[in-house]
């Protein structure tokens, strides 16, 4: 039997590191797998991970077909028993269900990773998609922290660290971004409610100063 399963959480719990390891795992136990990914941070055709990890992948668009995808490698000799598919939020729900096939009439383990929602806490429609027919649904471990030191439950836009609740669904930006850019950053419900950013709140560091013992 095949499973479709979901990883999710909010940006800065794993996600991608997370599907790196599931893909060194399976691979070492001699499985072959395919690795999908899209708007990755480390531009087209690669997964990578905050950690520095990156791997090439196919780049998902508009266009791919998961479902022709498989049968494309097999029909030529390939062997595939799974797909790690990253940034999974991106894809389209017609894709989702494509994933679904794949698992329930190939037999191919699908692991999908991405967040739930947006930054104004809506769904994206391939994450609802896939809650509707993943087999499992695992809520990543890794605790993101807002800037106030809360477990961080949503996702904010910001522009030179201002949070932004206008404009496209998609748009491509990262953590850690220079004035005037387009990032994110995540926060806890009561800061994503005020749109209080690090920034915008000239939040200190959540730990405490380190005790002075040269006295």
């Known amino acids: ?12 719990c794993g996600k991608s590191t997370l599907a790196l390891q599931m893909d060194y ?30 791997v090439p992948a196919v ?5 791919t077909d998961f479902w022709q995808e498989v049968v494309h490698r097999r029909t030529r000799g390939q062997v595939v028993d799974y797909l790690v598919c ?25 692991f999908a990773f991405g967040i739930t929602t947006d930054f104004r806490t809506r769904l ?18 890794v605790r993101a922290l807002c800037w106030c030191g809360r477990r961080a439950t949503h ?20 953590t850690g971004t220079r004035t005037g850019e387009v990032g994110y950053e995540v926060l806890c419900r009561r800061h994503h409610r005020a749109g209080l950013t690090a920034t915008s709140a000239h939040a200190p560091s959540p730990s405490p100063d380190p005790l002075d013992l040269s006295g």
């Open 1 to 12: 039997m095949a499973d479709l399963v979901f990883f999710s959480g909010t940006m800065d």
């Open 59 to 63: 780049e998902v668009t508009e266009d």
């Open 155 to 174: 996702n904010a836009r910001t522009v030179g660290g201002a949070m932004v609740t206008e404009g496209e669904q998609m748009v491509v930006g990262d």
């Open 86 to 110: 990253d940034e999974a939020q991106f894809y389209a729900p017609e894709q989702i269900e494509q994933l679904a096939r794949v698992v329930d009439d190939l037999v191919v383990d699908v």
């Open 124 to 141: 994206f429609p391939g994450s609802a998609r896939l809650l509707e027919l993943a087999d499992r649904v695992e809520v990543l471990q």
């Open 25 to 54: 795992t399976h691979a070492t136990r001699g499985r072959r797998g395919v690795i999908f990914s899209r708007d990755d941070r480390a531009g087209a055709e690669m997964l990578s991970s905050r950690l520095g990890l990156a």
